[in-house]
T-cell receptor, first 113, second 113 residues
Framework: KQEVTQIPAALSVPEGENLVLNCSFT??????LQWFRQDPGKGLTSLLL?????REQTSGRLNASLDKSSGRSTLYIAASQPGDSATYLC????????????FGAGTRLFVKA | GAGVSQSPSNKVTEKGKDVELRCDPI?????LYWYRQSLGQGLEFLIY????????KSGLPSDRFSAERTGGSVSTLTIQRTQQEDSAVYLC???????????FGPGTRLTVT
């Protein structure tokens, strides 16, 4: 059974700092891993999707990596801005027993101006 | 183009009543997912549809929950005999096909009194 864990649960950083959010998963038979952000009271916005055959994906100031062998993914945010304040969720889609997606509990990020 | 839409945005119902939640996926997306997010909790997978294949119902918490997808497009999640613990935000997502990026709707906030 796939379990996804995110560390830290909450993070507060000053504006301009680079930061890393961590995601670990127990089942390496993962089809893809997706990072989302969720603003309070809102739905989820997709940030990056990494297929199992890929090692990383980049979009603007965001870089996500995937290491299946160690069961880890990281989301790197460069030069953080107050607008980056949100909850960041990672989700793993498995290819054993179906393609259901398992989410981590999220990391709540606060970037101070 | 239009994103994933869900209706209603908010629903308040009395314990024991049945409710129907609707999801309109992005046109052409063959995969559709339902999730539940309880207060302070992560996203919980409920059910997944892919094209005309049998849905993956492994996440439905009880037999009071059911979902259907008509014509490979619109989906309805039905909760019978609602209980207070069913109070949550119900999120729908669609994807071009299995294993691709998921796009989320704004959710339906269900409150059972």
């Amino acid at each position: 059974k796939q379990e996804v864990t995110q560390i830290p649960a909450a993070l507060s950083v000053p504006e301009g700092e680079n930061l890393v959010l961590n995601c670990s998963f127990t089942d390496s038979a993962i089809y893809n891993l997706q990072w989302f952000r969720q603003d309070p009271g809102k739905g989820l916005t997709s940030l990056l999707l990494i297929q199992s055959s890929q090692r990383e994906q980049t979009s603007g100031r965001l870089n996500a990596s995937l290491d299946k062998s160690s069961g880890r993914s990281t989301l790197y945010i460069a030069a953080s801005q107050p607008g980056d304040s949100a909850t960041y969720l990672c989700a793993g889609a498995g290819n054993t027993g179906g393609f259901k997606t398992i989410f981590g509990a999220g990391t709540r990020l606060f970037v101070k101006a | 183009g239009a994103g994933v839409s869900q209706s209603p945005s908010n629903k308040v119902t009395e314990k024991g009543k049945d409710v129907e939640l609707r999801c309109d996926p992005i046109s052409g997306h063959t995969a559709l997912y339902w999730y539940r997010q309880s207060l302070g909790q992560g996203l919980e997978f409920l059910i997944y549809f892919q094209g005309n294949s049998a849905p993956d119902k492994s996440g439905l918490p009880s037999d009071r929950f059911s979902a259907e997808r008509t014509g490979g497009s619109v989906s309805t999640l039905t909760i019978q005999r609602t209980q207070q613990e069913d109070s949550a935000v119900y999120l729908c997502a669609s994807s071009p096909r299995t294993g691709y990026e998921q796009y989320f709707g704004p959710g339906t906030r269900l409150t059972v009194t």
